[in-house]
């Protein structure tokens, strides 16, 4: 947040994908902020009236993390009193979220690849009332904002928090991204991890979709999952300080990073040696898309249980499928590149089967999914 004035105080304290919420306090009645304006990315989407000391806004979109969310005060006479920005407020991270030099909050992360299901898994998991989940849904923080510290990270994503037991985000790319293991184990090394994965050959075509269906993929399958080849086999990655630094910069604004990351997200097996030489195999769930969408009520027992809450709660999900893709995508997967797809990813899926003690064969099937 920043003072304009030393009498306007205030921030928001609460962001989720349908708005924001906050307070604003000035020690002038007189001299009072008659009206909110809500900036995103520097543009006016809205305006509101403080009442009580509080304002809410309502958003037109879904809010990214990426994006620059401002709430500015104006006067009676219009002129501007001051700049809240979301994730700086004055308000300090509760005693109840420190674990000595550690935080105990979040106390779970939900790890997955984009297109594994993540999303319906964080909006399943939201609905004990035992937990709290981030919101928005998956927190830019060890990524690319872990410099600015817990009491940032707890401001922007865990405004919502209630003193619930159980405190989680979802951001996909923590189990991509090499650096970020290490991170999260700096911050918090007795934390749980909840890992979803899809049928590989499944979810980078999913993922291709994605961005293809929204025209920020201009390449065919077989071509996009070319480039992404040529760029693993090229050694580009992000380990170094350097690495890391180009990549925060070059985050688009829908999220997308620099390179395709289509083929190597379904890398499991790699992505999850990397967390286990940071912590114990107790601390690691593993579950497939497949098995939550057969028997969502089994497989969330089996989380809650893994998180020590009340698992009776489990039978009373609302087994809703969130984030689906756009229809359409089977029309562009011929059974060349299925075949392919299937062929690269066997050794990394055998690599998985030894390292998780189960059979994976049903990946390996060379008959392409039509709908």
């Known amino acids: ?8 105080s205030g921030g928001i304290d609460e962001a989720t994908y349908g708005g924001f919420r906050g307070f604003v306090n000035w020690n002038d009645d007189r001299d009072g902020p008659l009206d909110l304006e809500l900036r995103v990315n520097g543009v006016s989407t809205a305006r ?10 309502e958003s037109t979109r879904a809010t990214l993390p990426s994006d620059q969310v401002e709430i500015v005060a104006y006067d009676r006479n219009g002129c501007r009193m001051g ?8 308000r300090r991270l509760p005693a109840s979220w420190m674990d000595g030099g550690h935080c105990r909050y979040p106390s779970f992360f939900v790890l997955g690849a984009a297109k594994s299901g993540t999303t319906s898994l964080h909006l399943y998991l939201e609905q004990h009332p035992a937990i709290c989940m981030s919101n928005p849904k998956e927190p830019f923080f060890f990524e690319a904002e872990y410099e600015r510290g817990p009491a940032f990270y707890y401001n922007k994503y865990f405004g919502g928090w209630k003193g619930e037991a159980a405190v989680g985000e979802s951001r996909h ?21 909840i890992t979803i994965l899809r049928n590989p050959a499944e979810r980078a075509i999913s993922h ?6 929204i025209n920020l993929e201009p390449l065919s399958p077989a071509a996009a999952f070319q480039a992404d080849l040529d760029r693993i086999e090229e050694g580009k990655s992000i380990v170094t300080p ?4 180009r990549y925060v910069a070059t985050l688009g604004p829908n999220a997308q990073g620099e390179h395709r990351t289509y083929l190597d997200s379904s890398y499991y097996a790699e992505q999850l ?11 690691l769930l593993v579950i497939l898309l497949d098995e939550l969408i057969a028997n969502l009520p089994d497989v969330i027992r089996r989380i809650f249980q893994f998180l020590e809450i009340d698992e009776t709660l489990a039978e009373w999900i609302e087994p809703r499928r969130w984030n689906e893709s756009q229809p359409g995508m ?11 797809l299937i062929d690269h990813y066997r050794p990394h899926n055998h690599r998985l089967e030894e390292l998780l003690g189960r059979s994976l064969k049903f990946w390996d099937n060379t008959s392409r999914p039509r709908a």
């Not at 947040?1 to 306007?8: N, T």
């Not at 700049?83 to 004055?90: A, K, T």
């Not at 350097?242 to 630094?245: C, G, L, P, S, V």
């Open 330 to 340: 089977w029309a562009h997967i011929d059974d060349g590149v299925w075949r392919w």
């Open 273 to 283: 040696e990397r967390y286990l030489r940071w912590f114990s195999r107790d601390q």
């Open 83 to 90: 700049v809240f920005r979301w994730g700086e407020i004055d």
């Open 1 to 8: 947040m920043m003072k304009e004035r030393e009498k306007l």
């Open 173 to 193: 790319r923590n189990l991509y991204l090499p650096y970020v293991p290490e991170r999260i184990h700096q911050y918090n090394p007795k934390a749980k991890l």
């Open 242 to 245: 350097e690495d890391i630094r």
């Open 48 to 57: 509101a009236k403080p009442e009580g000391g509080r304002f809410a806004f």
């Open 208 to 213: 291709w979709w994605h961005w293809h269906s």
